[in-house]
């Protein structure tokens, strides 16, 4: 499971890469292995919220053994704030919690961790 979170009414988005090379995104919420995306805050700019989340999740033990890529990119600025916008991305993987940290924006508008499953 890959939790996203951060503090604007911007629009970033949370996308998984699974061993697959199938990516759960906005534009594809569920892929064949199982993984969806249940939760896409801000979409778009509409209905903006100031705690926003997307979460991405497998099945419990259902999702495939190997290599899985998660990015956060900044999608859409809904709001007339410039700089940095920083969010918490946490890692559910097998039982054990990952938390990281980063910011996002027009120069660095992707950012990519890599984490693993395996059986």
Sequence with gaps: QATLSWDSQDDLDLFVMDPNEDVVTFSTPQVPSGGALDVDA????????????????????????????????LYERCTSTSGPISFTLTLRVQGSVETFTGTVDEENDLVVFNTAVYR
């Design 42 to 73: 801000n979409a778009l700019c509409r209905r903006p919220t100031d705690s926003p989340v997307e979460n991405v999740y497998w099945p419990q033990g259902q999702a495939p053994g190997g290599e899985y890529r998660i990015g956060v990119s």
